[in-house]
């Protein structure tokens, strides 16, 4: 089964709309989590780091839970901007020095 | 401000030529990665090196080959190209605790 697993969506949102999305990772061990985003025929640019503590920046707000093993990212007063994919990215390797990225969620947000 | 060059955007190959792709980074990073990705398929690790002129597979090295002789220069080599190595190939680096930054991308289309 997929280490990182993301739901693909599209999320479909209207301008102002608060989303979010959730990624489970299936290694207990891990210690580094990110989401990522991407727009359309562009590389990934790091969006946020997680904390464990949880943390916000501006209108993103990103969510780690341990026991249940997911991360979660929240979105308010969506953008027309805010259109892109966002990449859950989770250190999965045993040895703790490699990054293992999700499938990915769309968000498409209309006017 | 952190710098991951690739050295073209777009590239048009012939079956069976030799394909080089060039990576730079200027900060100093041991870490460095090739991804291609692929609609619904999402990022697939090729090779990564953790240092000069070493070099690790991932999870599709059949068809490439890597080299890293500097430890700011990583190149993708694919020995013979195919048709079924069009895609999007995304170089990386960084470290799994900051997360990686990437290349734009070069769009390869074997014809």
């Known amino acids: 089964r997929k280490e990182v697993e993301q739901d693909p969506g599209p999320f479909n949102v209207p301008e102002g709309a608060t989303v979010a999305f959730n990624c489970t990772y299936s290694?207990?061990?891990?210690?580094?989590f990110f989401w990522y985003r991407q727009d359309c025929r562009k590389e990934p640019k790091l969006l946020m780091s997680v904390y464990s503590s949880g943390n916000e920046d501006g209108r993103f707000t990103a969510q780690l839970n341990r026991a249940s093993q997911y991360i979660s990212l929240l979105i308010r007063d969506s953008k027309l901007s805010d259109s892109a994919t966002y990449l859950c990215v989770v250190n999965e390797d045993n040895a703790g020095n490699m990054l293992t990225f999700g499938g990915g969620t769309r968000l498409m947000v209309k006017p | 401000d952190v710098k991951v060059t690739q050295s073209s955007r777009y590239l048009v190959k012939r079956t069976g030529e030799k394909v080089f792709l060039e990576c730079v980074q200027d900060m100093d990073h041991e870490n460095m990665f090739w991804y291609r990705q692929d609609p619904g398929l999402g990022l697939r690790l090729i090779y990564f090196s953790y240092d000069v002129k070493m070099k690790e597979k991932g999870d599709i090295p059949e068809g490439y080959s890597v080299s890293r002789e500097k430890k700011e220069r990583f190149s993708l080599i694919l020995e013979s190209a195919s048709t079924n190595q069009t895609s999007m190939y995304l170089c990386?680096?960084?470290?799994?605790?900051?997360?990686?930054?990437f290349g734009s991308g070069t769009r390869l289309t074997v014809v």
């Open positions: 290694n207990s061990a891990s210690q580094s």
């Open positions: 990386a680096s960084g470290r799994e605790i900051n997360g990686y930054t």
